[in-house]
């Protein structure tokens, strides 16, 4: 029974550049949280989203960061136009639909140089 | 916004030691959580409580709705204890959205 997965593990980009990161949650949910961690701190929500819906994107920056959830395969974070502040753990998470109690993946590590 | 706060920051202590970790939350929260993240940044998952007591082990938690606070103990502490504790708390008004406290940092050393 595998648990979150997320993919890659770690990432480096250029300034300028796209980072796309993906997370399948764990079988059986259907929802999956995105968080931020800047280290030495805790995370900070990102977006919450269901099989092709949004339901929260009010953590996520409103420029050049976006997130999906098609009804096949991953959900996909996708941050463009990368600079040096967007370099942290990007952590995804899923919950049942019984309740909220969310597992998470193991994180990507994106560098921008 | 609801604050999460931890205490104390940072902990050191020898292997075989226990430990009482507090967590203090301004404001009635649906649920809460505990994770230990490891020294490798994995994330995992200790406690889903949102009152009440649960024992795993060597550790149990304690969360006390009505006062705002959780407790995390950890007994007969080991080496691989080591990593940062956090709690997260479940927003009344958002049933999905963590907020976070900035964790403990525990130290356990041979």
């Known amino acids: 029974n595998a648990g979150v997965m997320q993919n890659p593990r770690h990432l480096v980009r250029r300034r300028g550049q796209e980072a796309r990161l993906r997370c399948s949650p764990m079988k059986g949910h259907s929802h999956v949280y995105w968080y931020r961690q800047l280290p030495e701190e805790g995370l900070k929500f990102m977006v919450y989203l269901q099989k092709e819906n949004i339901i929260d994107e009010s953590g996520m920056p409103k420029e050049r960061f976006s997130a999906e959830f098609p009804k096949e395969g991953p959900s996909i974070l996708r941050i463009q136009q990368v600079v040096r502040g967007d370099s942290a753990a990007y952590f995804c998470a899923s919950s049942p639909l019984t309740n909220n109690e969310q597992f998470f993946g193991p994180g990507t590590r994106l560098t921008v140089l | 916004g609801i604050q999460v706060e931890q205490s104390p920051p940072d902990l050191i202590l020898q292997e075989g030691a226990n430990s009482t970790l507090r967590c203090n939350f301004s404001?009635?929260?649906?649920?809460l959580q505990w994770f230990h993240q490891n020294p490798w940044g994995q994330l995992i998952n200790l406690f889903y409580i949102p009152s009440g007591t649960k024992q795993n082990g060597r550790l149990s938690a304690t969360t006390v709705a009505t006062e705002r606070y959780s407790l995390l103990y950890i007994s007969s502490s080991q080496t691989t204890d080591s990593g940062v504790y956090f709690c997260?708390?479940?927003?009344?008004?958002?049933?999905?959205?963590?907020?976070w406290g900035a964790g403990t940092k525990l130290i356990i050393k041979p």
């Open positions: 997260a708390v479940e927003r009344v008004d958002s049933n999905y959205q963590l907020i």
């Open positions: 404001d009635s929260v649906n649920n």
